[in-house]
């Protein structure tokens, strides 16, 4: 999403703009090869991002399994045979 918001910057520099104030023209050029080069660096720079973020989840995801670990819970129940029963009512 980020990426497309730049794609107007992208190509706003790879325009070369140029003025003659002798015959009072201005000349605007689109240069493709700066376009294509800009969205690489761009695609490059978010893929090297998410790879960083995607490392961070899993180091913090490590952590918790790591911190949580087993829980054992012995329960040792008796009964006396011998007392009368009583009404838990």
Known sequence: MRTALLLPLLLLGACEVTTDDANDTTTVEYNQTVAEEGARD???KAGAIAGTI???VEQSADKVSNEV???DVDV???RDKDAPATNAN
């Open 42 to 44: 761009v695609a490059n």
């Open 54 to 56: 995607a490392e961070d």
């Open 76 to 78: 040792d129940v008796t």
């Open 69 to 71: 670990g087993d829980i």
